[in-house]
């Protein structure tokens, strides 16, 4: 299975996986819309990856079967001073 990646010009870090590259039919509107126009990347052959950066490769090869696409979102940024806040205890109170 080859998949086309696509990233976002709107979405920082954020990739749009799809089964063949230019087609967007199973991919819902208002995502495309958020998404903003999306700018190739690469073509992936995901037969031959046993991982990816970032997603997991089952779970991407499972969404583009059944859904046709996989959006890959970056991860939530940790405030780290707010987790070492937490971890000792500080309150403002």
Do not use: T, W
Not at 6 to 24: G, I, M, P
Not at 64 to 71: E, P, R
Not at 75 to 87: S, T
Request: with cysteine.
């Amino acid at each position: 299975m080859i998949c086309a990646v696509y990233k976002s010009r709107r979405k920082a870090d954020s990739y749009l996986f799809v089964e063949k590259r230019n087609e967007f039919e199973r991919v819902p509107e208002a995502l495309l819309e958020m998404f903003g126009p999306p700018e190739l990347v690469m073509m992936l052959p995901l037969m031959k990856r046993d991982h990816l950066g970032f997603a997991d490769i089952e779970k991407v090869k499972s969404e583009l079967a059944d859904k046709g696409f996989y959006l890959q979102l970056p991860p939530p940024v940790v405030n780290l001073l707010e987790e070492h806040k937490r971890e000792i205890g500080y309150s403002r109170d």
